[in-house]
């Protein structure tokens, strides 16, 4: 099974940046997209920024569109997700995705992953 490994949290003030890091173990055949995930204490686990590996095509969550970007190093065998201007509401535990969806609908949905992360802790304050 697919090993996935996040990093790159910690506390920004609102308005800051942060990079996130997920590198994955090995590439299957299973591991067709990797996206990245968070959750808030008392909320739901939503989906972020998708990145399919094949194609390089993303999506976005509304709510990070034009602040948050995805990107692979091939090389690394890692996906970033570039954060900027971030609000208190991004604060969450982010974590890191790989699976295979079977459409871009489906890349945001947790169901469509079977490898996470133990997750990165991402704190921004007013």
């Known amino acids: 099974q697919v090993q996935v490994v996040e990093s790159g949290g910690g506390l920004v003030q609102a308005g800051g940046s942060l990079r996130l890091s997920c590198t994955i173990s090995e590439r299957t055949v299973n591991t067709v997209v990797v996206a990245w995930f968070r959750q808030a204490p008392g909320k739901e686990r939503e989906g972020v920024a998708g990145?399919?590996?094949?194609?390089?095509?993303?999506v976005y969550a509304d709510s990070v569109k034009c602040r948050f970007t995805i990107t692979r190093d091939n090389a690394k065998n890692t996906v970033y997700l570039e954060m900027n201007n971030l609000k208190p509401d991004d604060t969450a535990m982010y974590y890191c995705?790989?699976?295979?969806?079977?459409?871009?609908?489906?890349?945001?949905?947790?169901?469509?992953?079977?490898?996470w992360g133990q997750g990165t802790q991402v704190t921004v304050s007013s």
């Open positions: 995705a790989a699976g295979k969806a079977e459409n871009y609908g489906t890349i945001l949905l947790s169901k469509s992953y079977n490898g």
């Open positions: 990145f399919v590996i094949s194609s390089g095509g993303t």
